[in-house]
């Protein structure tokens, strides 16, 4: 799906380091929660990033973290939390980081800092064989779309919705909010919802898992994102050492093989111009 280099990630990070999502304070007045580890709070029901497999968190952002907490000499916790308590908990200091595909948003960006490490879009997901196939968004006025509540996509249907399907004097979307992105699938394979939206990884893994009982509907990527790790405001030990992390995690071989493996991309300076949020 995607393509990368490592010179552009250790670039993306330097421009990052000193762009807006990096507002260093003068003094740290947090750090890391206990020795030798790394607490993290993640949604552990989102394939491929996060998900249970013979009882053990696994996935992309698993095996990230894996890698990246050995540069840094820690262990990762991985906590499993519904996504609606990930950003609570962490400004409640439950956690040091959150790694749970999160989108960078400007309204997060308000409340935690973000540190990014991937580039994702959404895509359209539908049963296969119904009579409904829509490729972009606005082909979802006056239809049923199902979606994991909180996510990044909604305000951008929402406002598709508003500013296209009622300004056109169409029916607006009907969007139905679930706790787990499986939960929006099981809807729609019953008939609860026509389509679901969701991160465009995830389409892919849920059409292999699923044997091809549903089908990724859009053809192009939707809404091109950033992915970013959460860190609480304020807490500059945590957020200085996994950004140095990932720039030494990057020069691995173990980073090249698993974003091979996952056919992933690592964001590029054009994409932090142009995607990252203002706030």
């Not at 609570?88 to 980081?97: K, Q, S, T, V, Y």
């Not at 893994?205 to 859009?218: A, E, W």
């Amino acid at each position: 799906m995607f393509n990368y280099t490592k010179k552009l990630m250790t670039r993306t990070l330097a421009v990052g380091v000193v762009g807006a999502v990096f507002s260093l304070s003068s003094m740290s007045v947090m750090a890391f929660k206990e020795p030798g580890k790394i607490i993290v709070g993640s949604d552990v029901t989102f394939f491929p990033y996060e998900y249970m497999e013979n009882n053990k968190p696994a996935g992309f952002d698993i095996e990230f973290l894996a890698g990246l907490s050995k540069v840094m000499g820690r262990k990762a916790e991985i906590i499993d939390t519904r996504w609606a308590n990930l950003i609570p908990g962490l400004r409640g200091n439950r956690f040091d980081i959150l790694a749970s595909a999160m989108y960078i948003t400007a309204d997060r960006l308000k409340v935690i800092d973000l540190v990014p490490y991937l580039k994702t879009g959404d895509s359209i997901l539908t049963v296969k064989g119904s009579g409904f196939q829509p490729k972009t968004p606005e082909e979802l006025c006056g239809h049923s779309i199902g979606s994991m509540a909180g996510t990044g996509w909604l305000q951008e249907l929402r406002k598709v919705s508003v500013e296209y399907c009622e300004a056109n004097g169409l029916e607006p979307m009907h969007i139905r909010e679930f706790p787990t992105d499986p939960q929006a699938t099981q809807a729609m394979l019953s008939g609860s919802v026509e389509a679901q939206m969701t991160d465009a990884a995830v389409a892919s893994g849920v059409v292999d898992k699923l044997r091809g009982r549903v089908v990724i509907s859009s053809d192009t990527l939707i809404y091109p994102v950033l992915n970013g790790f959460g860190i609480k405001k304020g807490n500059d030990e945590v957020k200085n050492a996994l950004v140095k992390g990932i720039e030494e995690y990057s020069k691995t071989p173990e980073y090249d093989a698993l974003l091979k493996k996952y056919n992933f991309q690592a964001p590029t300076v054009e994409d932090i111009k142009t995607i990252m949020p203002k706030i």
